[in-house]
């Protein structure tokens, strides 16, 4: 991975790329409103760094020995920034609607978790991991580590 790999963010290169992104992601959002998850899918609502509005993406929450982590396969994307300001938002799955805090992880503790990820949504998510699979050495998941935010999310009790 390049010294970049703390900068690193992953858009779809060409026009139809970009169209065939937000159309998947345009779909499994409108499904998980409605309460149709895909394989755990949420709605992740996080207040915008700058205009302080609520911005929504759909995000696959992976739960690991008992807590609960949110990857950004595609690096420092918007919603990465406006949480690291944040502190937490919101996952909505239909009507129910989980408030939390989050915190950033640092790079040594990622490797079981991005290899838990990739084991459960490579299908989904591989393009963004440039090769690496869920077999990959620890020291390998170790390397990439930087260019994938991971988040531990604590639900806020109301």
């Known amino acids: 991975m390049s010294d970049n790999s703390s900068t690193r ?4 290169t060409t026009p139809m790329g970009r169209r065939i ?11 998980t409103r409605r309460g149709i998850s895909l394989k755990g899918s ?13 911005r ?3 995000v696959n929450p992976l ?3 008992g807590e609960t982590y949110i990857v950004s396969p595609r690096g420092q994307t918007q919603w990465v920034r406006n949480m690291r300001v944040a502190g937490g938002g ?3 799955v239909g009507r129910r609607v989980e408030s939390f805090t989050a915190t950033e992880l640092p790079d040594e503790q990622k490797p079981p978790l991005l290899r ?21 050495p620890d020291s390998k998941l170790l390397e990439i580590a930087p260019g994938y935010p991971v988040f531990q999310i604590t639900t806020r009790q109301k």
């Open 56 to 58: 929504s993406t759909p």
């Open 90 to 92: 919101e996952l909505r």
């Open 21 to 31: 992104g937000r159309w998947s992601n345009g779909l499994v959002a409108a499904l």
């Open 42 to 54: 949420r709605v992740l609502s996080v207040q915008g760094r700058k205009t302080g509005e609520w």
């Open 63 to 65: 739960t690991y020995e």
């Open 116 to 136: 838990e990820y990739l084991r459960r949504w490579k299908f989904e998510v591989g393009m963004f991991f440039e090769g690496v699979g869920p077999d990959a």
């Open 9 to 12: 963010y992953v858009t779809p």
